[in-house]
């Protein structure tokens, strides 16, 4: 009888541990359902607003087949602002003017001019949209730079600070319309493989909700790397997605997992996204490929699928620095090209440096020998880092026709053919 009054309160205390581990799940169960469900009123909300925005243009006589496109900046109002993960926030956008909005590729971006407080010149950035084209907004999701570990003096990426830290509902942005190349295939039927490298998963969202708009059979596999839980943006979003579209499949990734993040539940797998793991649970590689990340994840996985076998006519990637490939065509190419030297000189910075084929673009070399010069999307589209030519002259990568002013180089895509001043 001692014995059993000495076990009740025992007993008492772990049923109680139960109850309250019981009810901790079911909170966390529910908030979780209600923050997704939140999300889904928000969106609606916004696309309402949308809709109510295309009627008044309709009733002002504007035709909905050609309404929203525009040139040059136009001005957006944020109409609402979310945390995805840390230091990473969406930010969704409708027309000042209250008129229409282009219509966009899912994995096209925007380009931004921000007057940040502080800075004499406007701030261009691109960033990809990460919301379906159907809707009736504009959504980017930035993540913050931090400085680079190596340069701390360097300080973190002024837009994307400005974005998570300062942009605030209800203020003005100006932003260019939809461009961009790094595209879904829609006319295609082979398996979609999206793989995205930290905030990368960006463009891979907008594929993800136009496929979902389109009712498309066709299979999708997302393979998403990310650090830890902290960094894992739309996490509800794509567990959703993934519960009730059975021809769409997430493998997530983390390469540094943290105490709370759970192996089988928050993640499939530790380590890096590779092509090994690809190949091991696609049964072949003809599938249409799409990558985005940062430069060596990029590189990769690029080089590893053509190792592999694997078409390049079928691997888009994103174009922000095209050099982040390193195509086997360009190592090539600059290889050869090392065999010339000659001297590139800024004047504006009074810089003189010898090129010597092994950069990209002279962007990329301005920014080796610590030349700053104004960029946005480094692939030709959004014209930030035009500068005019003093002396000598620049080619450009076959097919590429930039648009920019006589006398001018995009120095994004442009390569010295000889000697060059610049006036940088």
Not at 12 to 40: D, K, Y
Not at 53 to 78: E, I, K
Not at 195 to 217: D, F, H, Q, V, Y
Not at 225 to 233: E, I, L, M
Request: with cysteine; charged share 20%; proline share 6%.
């Amino acid at each position: 009888m001692e014995t059993i009054s000495a076990i009740l309160p025992v007993v008492g205390i772990a049923c109680c541990a139960l109850a309250v581990c019981q009810l901790a799940l079911w909170t966390a169960t529910s908030l979780g359902h209600f923050n997704f469900q939140r999300r889904e009123f928000q969106e609606r909300q916004s696309e309402f607003r949308g809709q109510l925005t295309l009627a008044r243009a309709v009733r002002n006589g504007v035709s909905p087949t050609n309404a929203g496109s525009w040139q040059g900046f136009r001005q957006f109002r944020v109409d609402r602002i979310e945390t995805e993960a840390h230091q990473i926030r969406s930010v969704y956008l409708i027309p000042e003017d209250g008129k229409p909005i282009a219509h966009f590729k899912p994995g096209q971006y925007l380009t931004f001019r921000f007057q940040i407080p502080g800075y004499a010149k406007p701030v261009v950035r691109c960033y990809s949209l990460s919301n379906g084209p159907s809707q009736s907004y504009y959504r980017i999701t930035v993540k913050e730079v931090p400085a680079p570990r190596e340069r701390p003096e360097l300080g973190v990426g002024l837009a994307s600070h400005y974005i998570n830290r300062e942009l605030r509902v209800g203020q003005q942005v100006d932003v260019k319309a939809p461009a961009g190349n790094f595209c879904l295939r829609e006319d295609s039927e082979k398996p979609v493989v999206l793989l995205a490298g930290g905030i990368g998963i960006t463009p891979m969202i907008s594929m993800i909700e136009r496929l979902i708009s389109l009712s498309s059979n066709r299979l999708v596999l997302l393979v998403y790397g990310v650090n830890q839980g902290n960094d894992h943006a739309f996490k509800s979003y794509l567990a959703a997605v993934s519960k009730h579209q059975a021809n769409f499949h997430v493998l997530t990734c983390y390469s540094q997992p943290g105490v709370p993040d759970r192996l089988g539940v928050d993640h499939l797998f530790v380590g890096r996204v590779s092509v090994d793991l690809l190949t091991s649970v696609l049964p072949n590689l003809d599938c249409d490929f799409y990558l985005c990340g940062p430069p060596s994840f990029m590189k990769s996985i690029y080089d590893g699928l053509l190792n592999r076998g694997a078409d390049k006519n079928n691997i888009s990637y994103e174009a922000f620095g095209p050099a982040s490939i390193g195509s086997t065509e360009l190592a090539a190419a600059s290889a050869m090209a090392e065999r010339i030297k000659f001297p590139i000189k800024f004047s504006k910075s009074e810089v003189m440096a010898n090129w010597d084929g092994s950069h990209p673009s002279l962007l990329e070399f301005a920014k080796t020998n610590d030349v700053v010069i104004d960029s946005g999307c480094r692939a030709g589209s959004c014209g930030s880092c035009c500068t005019a030519i003093l002396s000598g002259s620049v080619e450009y990568p076959a097919g590429q026709t930039p648009s920019c002013p006589k006398g001018h180089c995009l120095m994004c895509l442009a390569r010295p053919q000889g000697p060059l001043e610049l006036d940088a």
